[in-house]
């Protein structure tokens, strides 16, 4: 079927291109705007069933004015100096003059003299929006109230800040924007610069730019399709992640056809050949890389399929533009970078040509040393890989998504602000909500409110405030500590959950707010990570032993990548928590390295383990295929590697903790598997293991190669 492919695509080159460009055009004009189709509201993301949920929809029902999005709009002195009688009633006007200017998407400003701090240096006026958290009229909304308090205060030594999940919500966003901007410019300028000096061409350090550029739009257009078919909606973090995704995994697949197109020509020239070699070159390499970039692929789809199994809306939606992405640059891949390649013929390693094989590489003396002693290597990989792998068991979370957010944010400063003179949890309040099934009696709500302030972890509980209908009440809780904290989420989750349920005898209790809400994303995680882990496992080893007709082999890669992603978790474990002092690693790290470091990972493997196996099917001993696999395709893992690398080392200029977590994760599993795992662990193991790992394959009659030479060209 590849070879097929390959004759058609080098045989039509322009039709080839041309489907493409309108194809491209008509996906760019005609397919929505993603944004439209992006949130970070978590909420959105849980499924009914949880009792954060429950709580919200109790709170649309019945207190419809006080459910949406929420803030606080922090007022203190510029010169740090406690609130004069004076200040204190203009801090109080203020919440009057905002709430007379009829904000669109706010529905209230209130303050009261509850709202001034103990220690008198502050005041937290309540603010709540007209919609959630990245609802548009909710986004619109707060630059305007930030800037109309700004000019209230003007001239009165008051300075205002407005902090809580709407604000923090737009103060993300605009992250993100900034994100992808610094990702984008960073990722181009990696690719153009390794490439540009690994084949020498300007040609070459340009093209998959422009490729994965025209790529990148199209998938975008796709993804916003699918978000619009199946009515679903994608996080903020998506399009920051498509990005290193399509030019990370893009630029190794162009990569995989460069080098063995590469090796071909020079074989051919090294053989004497004078004929115009570069179409047959091309249909060559296409064919046999075809079949490494096409499972390659389907591996990484797979990993992100698993995800659609998760039950947690941030994970499921992640998956429809992960698969777009890579399905779509496996197409081009096959089709749209050889039709370019046949068109540019010679001129694409213009000006120095492809260059001739250098017997004395780095490489080349690794792959000698492997075939001599594979213990030797399999011993220190291993031990290097186990020790950073031992640092794994201290991964501790973190759901602080403020506190990832760069510290000059807005809302970060003023819940810096709110919390020198307020409990850390007054930024986010805990609701429990009570719901009987007729008129409710106010004092059957005392044992719950008692119960409540009885819990360690519990700074105050406010009066219970009864719906209009007197059917329901709303209690906010106020934490000690910071709403976002483990702490918090720990309270929570039992004694504060424990404590209301079944306090009102006849009466339904659900606990929500943004610490709930936090407090089930946590739960179902957990549950999502033991189902797509497995899922995943088990899928990538059936594509491998389907790709390798082996039993060991798949057997092996799989252990090597399970150990790579383990080793990267203990990396990522001993910078932050260890060297930077962070409080927790972002909770999604674990199960989106996963995916990244096991998919991404698999490919160099599954590009040197089948050279190991076409070279042992050729007839080579296991040792003297190690030798010429790693002489030959680890110079190709190790530049993709290396661009991959650092392209994903990009998030890391980002300013988001999260994304500097994830990009320093990948790029180190990237950096293991390139560097460590392909091309000198898998080789080892093949060496060691000898016939017994490509069973039951059989090979051809073998090879002498006491000389120490391997074909001009192979087969």
């Known amino acids: 079927m590849f070879a097929y492919i390959a004759r058609t695509v080098v045989a039509h080159p322009w039709q080839i291109i041309a489907a493409w460009v309108v194809a491209a055009i008509a996906v760019i004009l005609f397919s929505p705007s993603l944004d439209d189709y992006t949130t970070g509201n978590q909420q959105t993301f849980l499924p009914s069933s949880f009792e954060s949920s429950e709580a919200q929809a109790v709170g649309n029902q019945y207190f419809p004015s006080l459910s949406g999005a929420t803030g606080s709009l922090v007022v203190v002195r510029a010169d740090d100096a406690p609130l004069s009688p004076a200040d204190q009633q203009a801090a109080l006007n203020l919440a009057t003059t905002l709430q007379n200017s009829a904000i669109p998407g706010v529905v209230s400003v209130q303050g009261s003299p509850t709202s001034l701090s103990t220690d008198g240096k502050a005041a937290a006026l309540q603010v709540v929006f007209g919609g959630q958290p990245g609802d548009d009229q909710v986004n619109d909304a707060v630059p305007v109230l930030r800037d109309q308090a700004g000019q209230q205060l003007n001239g009165t030594g008051l300075v205002s800040g407005l902090t809580g999940n709407a604000a923090i919500q737009v103060d993300t966003t605009a992250a993100y924007d900034n994100a992808d901007k610094v990702i984008t410019i960073a990722t181009v300028v990696v690719i153009l610069t390794l490439l540009g000096l690994i084949f020498r061409s300007p040609v070459i350090a340009v093209l998959p730019v422009l490729v994965i550029g025209v790529v990148l739009a199209v998938v975008t257009g796709l993804t916003a399709v699918l978000a619009d078919l199946f009515d679903f909606e994608v996080s903020t973090s998506l399009q920051s992640i498509l990005v290193v995704v399509l030019f990370g995994v893009g630029t190794d697949y162009i990569v995989f056809l460069l080098f063995r197109y590469r090796e071909r020509l020079r074989q051919q020239a090294a053989a004497g050949s004078t004929a115009d070699t570069h179409r047959e070159a091309l249909v060559f390499s296409t064919d046999v890389v075809g079949r490494v970039i096409a499972s390659s692929a389907l591996t990484v789809i797979v990993a992100f399929a698993a995800l659609l199994l998760a039950k947690l809306g941030s994970l499921t939606t992640l998956a429809p533009g992960l698969i777009v ?383 120490e030479r391997e074909p001009a060209v192979p087969r």
């Open 325 to 707: 992405a890579v399905a779509v640059m496996l197409v081009t891949a096959l089709t749209l970078i050889p039709a370019v390649f046949t068109v540019l013929g010679r001129h694409l390693f213009w000006p120095l040509g492809p260059g001739h094989d250098s017997p004395h590489t780095l490489f080349a003396s690794i792959g000698a040393a492997i075939g001599r002693r594979p213990a030797v290597f399999a011993v220190a990989v291993g031990v290097v890989l186990i020790a950073l792998a031992s640092f794994a068991s201290g991964y501790k979370s973190t759901y602080n998504t403020l506190g990832e957010l760069p510290s000059d944010t807005p809302s970060q400063q003023a819940f810096d602000t709110l919390g020198q003179s307020f409990p850390a949890g007054a930024l986010s309040p805990t609701q429990v909500y009570v719901v009987a099934p007729g008129p409710l009696d106010p004092a059957s709500l005392t044992p719950l409110v008692t119960a409540l302030t009885q819990v360690q972890g519990v700074s105050s509980v406010a009066p219970p405030r009864p719906s209009q209908d007197g059917r329901a009440a709303l209690v906010n809780v106020i934490l000690a500590d910071d709403p976002y904290d483990n702490s918090a989420l720990d309270v929570v989750e039992g004694p504060i959950r424990d404590a209301a349920h079944g306090a009102v005898p006849g009466s339904e209790v659900v606990v929500g707010g943004q610490t709930s809400t936090f407090v089930d994303v946590r739960a179902q995680l957990a549950k999502d990570t033991r189902l797509v882990f497995p899922v995943a496992a088990v899928a990538i080893a059936l594509i491998l032993a389907l790709l390798l007709l082996a039993v060991l082999a798949p057997l092996n890669l799989l252990i090597c990548v399970a150990l790579t992603f383990v080793a990267t978790l203990g990396a990522v474990v001993l910078l932050f928590l260890h060297g930077l002092g962070y409080p927790g690693i972002d909770f999604s790290i674990p199960i989106v390295l996963y995916l990244f470091v096991v998919a991404i990972g698999t490919d160099y493997n599954i590009l040197l383990a089948s050279r190991l196996r076409e070279e042992f099917r050729n007839g080579y001993s296991s040792r003297d295929a190690a030798r010429i696999a790693v002489s030959n395709d680890a110079p190709t893992v190790a530049a993709a590697g290396l661009i991959l690398a650092l392209t994903f080392a990009s998030l890391t200029l980002t300013g988001l903790a999260n994304l500097a977590e994830l990009g320093f994760g990948v790029a180190i599993g990237v950096a293991i598997a390139a560097f460590a795992m392909a091309p000198m662990l898998v080789p080892s193991l093949s060496a060691l293991e000898g016939r017994a790992f490509w069973w039951p394959s059989r090979q051809k009659a073998a090879i002498d190669t006491g000389d």
